[in-house]
């Protein structure tokens, strides 16, 4: 029904990416050219492997950016070694506000596996410690009197768990070091075993703490938080549930529900649309996913002699409507539903709804 595999993202810079990439991996722990080139070949980004003058290319821009790398030799095993980068524990406040717009970014274009990853290696930069490399407090930390020894080690950690803190804040983004545990499970759910029943406690922002079954069906990242879209008995649709929102979950044994909400995955609804586009360029598709409730979309461009006849026949296949009603209400092209009738009827229904709801409001304005 669905790919849970990571698909190659067009709009990230590939130089950026693999340079990162090899900062990421160095920081972590020294590695051959044969290892890097694997995990190249292995990174759903990159998926090959790469020439000897293009990973040069790459050290030398990390160390045109201030890193140290060790060269390979008979004395180090043939092995790439970074010896320091500038990055310390003690950034300024401003370097802090570049690392999480750079977050921020790339949180619009990874996959929630490549996040938390990206959130790993963040954290390796800001809790590093380059011996060479000396900077004042960040600014929004606390100045406390000097200190030595134990104190003092303490107080450093307390400053780098406050630049980590810092660094989510900024970003808009929750730090998921404490659902690793969660995320494992629901992963192996998702990925795996697709047919587990779970039965999870929840801090709803409307209900409060509650507790329900819950058929998990995906992972996704959205907005700086991860989510696990699924099926409840309750809801004749799916539901998306915050993972950091989630207290407790632990498999269940209940065939009746899981053979119910096994059944309602697979109920999905085709979509046929007109949606008029005067040139073919302004539109290259809805851009959703199977988060959205949209698990295969086709276009099929219509030219017409006429600029305001032309169009793109639309065919959605979809478990939901809300994500695709969300998007013909704010499109800016014109369109007519070819198929199904209720969906036609359910979208009327939500226009004349929001229609009243603004007439009212523009009434208690006056």
């Given at each position: ?7 190659k ?27 890097i ?37 008979p ?10 980068h ?105 990925n ?89 360029e ?24 006429e ?60």
């Amino acid at each position: 029904m669905m790919q849970n595999a990571i698909k190659k993202n067009k709009s990230i810079n590939s130089t950026a990416y693999r340079i990162y990439r090899i900062l990421e991996w160095l920081i972590d722990k020294p590695l051959t050219l044969t290892e890097i080139n694997m995990r190249f070949k292995n990174d759903p980004q990159i998926g090959k492997f790469l020439s000897s003058d293009s990973v040069l290319f790459y050290f030398n821009t990390l160390k045109a950016i201030g890193c140290k790398i060790q060269r390979p030799s008979p004395r180090n095993n043939f092995h790439y070694r970074l010896l320091y980068h500038p990055y310390g524990f003690a950034l300024s406040n401003q370097s802090i506000n570049l690392l999480a717009a750079v977050k921020q970014t790339l949180q619009n274009a990874f996959c929630h596996q490549e996040i938390l990853e990206l959130d790993i290696f963040f954290k390796k930069i800001l809790t590093t410690e380059n011996p060479s490399y000396h900077q004042p407090v960040i600014d929004y930390v606390p100045h406390s009197k000097t200190t030595t020894g134990a104190n003092q080690n303490k107080s450093a950690g307390h400053e780098k768990q406050l630049q980590i803190k810092a660094l989510f804040e900024k970003s808009r983004s929750v730090d998921y070091a404490n659902f690793e545990s969660h995320i494992k499970i629901l992963e192996n759910i998702c990925n795996i075993n697709k047919q587990l029943l779970i039965d999870v406690e929840y801090n709803s922002p409307v209900k409060g703490k509650e507790n329900f079954l819950f058929l998990p069906e995906l992972l996704f990242y959205e907005e700086g938080a991860l989510y696990v879209r699924g099926e409840r008995p309750e809801f004749s649709f799916p539901s998306s549930l915050r993972v950091d929102r989630i207290n407790t979950l632990s498999p269940t044994e209940d065939k009746k529900w899981l053979t119910v909400l096994s059944a309602r995955q697979k109920e999905l609804l085709v979509i046929e649309i007109q949606l008029f586009v005067p040139k073919k360029e302004l539109f290259e598709g809805t851009g959703l996913k199977p988060q959205h409730g949209v698990y295969q979309e086709t276009l099929h461009w219509v030219d017409h002699a006429e600029p305001e006849q032309c169009h793109y026949r639309v065919t959605l296949t979809v478990r939901d409507f809300f994500y695709i009603k969300q998007f013909l209400l704010a499109s800016p092209f014109l369109f007519k539903i070819l198929q199904p009738d209720y969906f036609l009827v359910d979208l009327k229904t939500a226009l004349e709804t929001l229609s009243a709801y603004y007439e009212k409001d523009n009434q208690l304005k006056y």
